[in-house]
């Protein structure tokens, strides 16, 4: 009797619950409310679901994450993690993302450069924001690069600058905020413009032919590669996957690019980005500045990129719609979306989606360049 009664309390005491402390049932909370938005409101399920999985498993079993030492071996998620650290799933992403990518707008519409490069200014007062808030340079850097709602970049930078420590926050504050770009964007555009703002109608976007979609994949790559070559691993693949895209002599490797390779690296990213917010990595003062710095970041790109697209408007004499401002930050297509959306709620034979596209792709390589640029001034190659 005595055999069981102790088999059985080892066997109970083995559960879970007596290993969580009140932080893990919290973060398991907070997965919950993730898996909520991401299944039953359709915010960004592919990001949102493995991330959300992620922080699930890790606060049920902090193993999952354990690095290996005396010649054990580690648990799963950690060598998941290891793909983002070495800056190798966030490279692959950008080469799905290039071969998803139309950058017809942007070519049709080189002004769209412009507001995108705009939209980068939350990054920039993010990196200040950072410095005030008590942290070194380099890693203000890294937190400040949320501010472009792009999660690969944010987990590229961080790496590339040593800041492996503050990874997970600023990889899960970045794509949380690219997740729920349609609640935290549309109140600052309707904030900044007008009615009739909001309803301009813009003029037909001009054909490209073939050929400048060929070349821009190529010219973009020299041009970027060259001024700031630590870019070429981001703007490199992104070019690559829309040179796959736009060549059409290899549509085999389009298809894997932007279908099965893809998922598998939003899958591996995913998980592992989800699996770094164990309850004693992500609930400290730390996280919560990181979290609170990204939405600002987020916000003020955001306006900057309304803001500039008020400038335009009027330069142009009301031929811009300000809104296609706010998808300058790099949330593919995500952002260019929210454009169509609040410009139709004003008017709803307004159509900006492809207008939007233009900023939107252009934010994408802006983000990488600020990246790069960060990367030029600390001296990391």
């Known amino acids: 009797m005595d055999y069981i ?8 005491h083995q559960t879970a619950f007596f290993n969580l402390t009140w932080g893990n049932y919290l973060m398991i909370l907070v997965a919950c409310v993730f898996l909520y938005l991401a299944i039953a409101k359709g915010f960004e399920p592919l990001l949102l679901v493995p991330i959300a999985f992620g922080m699930l498993l890790v606060n049920i079993y902090p193993d999952i994450m354990m690095e290996p030492k005396d010649g054990s071996a580690g648990g799963l998620l950690h060598y998941f993690y290891l793909l983002d650290e070495w800056a190798i799933l966030p490279s692959l992403i950008f080469m799905g993302v290039g071969a998803q990518t139309d950058f017809g707008p942007l070519i049709a519409n080189p002004k769209s450069f412009l507001l995108g490069a705009a939209a980068q200014f939350g990054i920039f007062a993010a990196y200040f924001g950072a410095i005030a808030f008590g942290f070194n340079d380099m890693a203000a850097a890294a937190i400040s690069i949320i501010g472009g709602a792009d999660g690969p970049t944010s987990i590229f930078l961080a790496s590339k600058l040593g800041q492996t420590a503050l990874l997970g926050p600023i990889a899960v504050a970045a794509y949380s905020y690219m997740s729920l770009v349609p609640i935290i964007q549309p109140p600052i555009m309707k904030l900044l413009t007008t009615e009739k703002e ?3 109608k813009m003029g037909q976007l001009r054909p490209v032919s073939k050929l400048e979609k060929i070349l821009f994949p190529i010219i973009i790559t020299i041009v970027v590669s060259m001024i700031l070559p630590t870019t070429a691993p981001l703007v490199g693949m992104l070019m690559l996957g829309n040179l796959f895209k736009e060549s059409g002599v290899v549509r ?7 279908n099965a390779l893809m998922y598998i690296v939003v899958i591996l990213l995913g998980t592992s980005v989800g699996a770094t917010t164990s309850a004693e990595a992500f609930l400290n003062w730390t996280t919560l500045k990181i979290v609170a710095l990204g939405l600002i970041a987020f916000a003020f790109g955001t306006a900057a990129g309304v803001v500039f697209g008020k400038i335009m408007c009027v330069v142009t004499h009301g031929k811009v719609n300000p809104l296609i401002g706010s998808a300058g930050v790099s ?14 709620e004003s008017d709803p ?3 900006l989606l492809m207008h939007a596209m ?3 792709v252009a934010g994408v390589i802006g983000t990488a360049v600020a990246a790069g640029t960060f990367m030029a001034v600390f001296g990391i190659v």
């Open 358 to 360: 233009g900023p939107n």
């Open 331 to 344: 949330a593919v297509p995500m952002a260019a979306r929210v454009s169509q959306k609040v410009g139709a």
């Open 198 to 200: 909001r309803k301009i």
């Open 5 to 12: 009664t102790s088999t059985l309390g080892n066997l109970l």
């Open 252 to 258: 085999q490797l389009t298809d894997t690019a932007s």
């Open 349 to 351: 034979t307004n159509f």
